[in-house]
């Protein structure tokens, strides 16, 4: 089974809105993305809107012919959007208005009421509700006992290990996603992924999609977006065989 590639264009939106105009445009990228062999796009509309804005998701979800995931978090404004549009996948992740990127996973053990309403609701409207938190066996199965179809784990602190400590998470994140599968959850993984460090992941079997944003955006400044997301989708093959 191949690895689905989904590339996170928020980041060609945070250039775009440095400077107010509509240059350059995320949509855009998105499509060239697919062009360049990405099986999905991923977008986070934040609260604060600093990446995508609400015009761009209603501009996404007309021109993609691939699955559009939105991360959101999950608050009623989000829901009303996101019910509005009903994208293929739905990624409800933790949001904190100071943070610099998404922080941590979601504590889907401590939030299982309000969790569920959300994933009942996106269900209902036919999204594929996944839930962006840590390989930790506890937050899994609270993902599947409220009916998420999909896990996302959040590879933020394997990206960020040196190591020793490199293996042990690679370790944690494969057990995790064992367990997840074994549960009936599909299983995705994302954040701080590279090309240097893509491959461990890649490479465990239960992983069915990648989600990865930044790396890709900055080695585009050097490569070029077709290029960039070639070498990944390469890399991610290679790790795979
Ligand atoms: N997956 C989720 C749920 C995220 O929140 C993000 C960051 O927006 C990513 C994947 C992509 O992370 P990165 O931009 O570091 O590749």
Same mark, same amino acid.
């Given at each position: 089974m191949t690895v689905r590639l989904g590339v996170n264009i928020d980041h060609v939106a945070t250039i775009r809105n440095a400077r107010g105009g509509d240059h350059p445009d995320p949509v855009l990228a998105a499509v060239a993305a697919v062009a360049a062999g990405a099986d999905g796009i991923t977008a986070h509309l934040r609260e604060d809107r600093r990446h995508i804005r609400d015009d761009d998701l209603q501009r996404l979800m007309t021109a993609l012919m691939v699955p559009l995931n939105l991360e959101m978090a999950a608050t009623e404004e989000m829901l009303s959007i996101a019910l509005a549009h009903a994208p293929h996948a739905v990624c409800i992740v933790p949001e904190k208005r100071a943070e610099r990127t998404t922080e941590g996973g979601l504590d889907v053990v401590g939030n299982q009421p309000g969790l569920r309403y959300f994933v009942e609701r996106l269900t209902t409207r036919g999204c594929r509700v996944s839930l962006f938190i840590e390989p930790?066996?506890?937050?899994? /199965?609270? +993902?599947?006992?409220?009916? *998420?179809?999909?896990? %996302?784990? !959040?590879? $933020?602190?394997?990206?960020? &290990? #040196?190591?020793?400590?490199?293996?042990?998470?690679?370790?944690?994140?494969? /057990?995790? +996603?064992?367990?997840?599968? *074994?549960?009936?959850? %599909?299983? !995705?993984? $994302?954040?701080?992924?590279? &090309? #240097?460090?893509?491959?461990?992941?890649a490479a465990i079997p239960e992983v069915a999609e990648l989600n990865i944003g930044h790396f890709l955006i900055g080695e585009a400044v050097f490569t070029g977006l077709a290029s960039a997301i070639g070498a990944m989708r390469a890399a991610i093959d290679a790790a795979r065989q």
């Open positions: 930790d066996p506890e937050q899994i /199965a609270a +993902a599947a006992a409220i009916g *998420a179809a999909v896990i %996302e784990l !959040h590879t $933020g602190r394997y990206a960020h &290990l #040196a190591g020793g400590d490199v293996a042990a998470e690679v370790a944690r994140l494969a /057990a995790g +996603a064992v367990r997840a599968a *074994a549960l009936g959850l %599909e299983v !995705h993984a $994302g954040h701080g992924l590279t &090309l #240097a460090n893509v491959g461990p992941i």
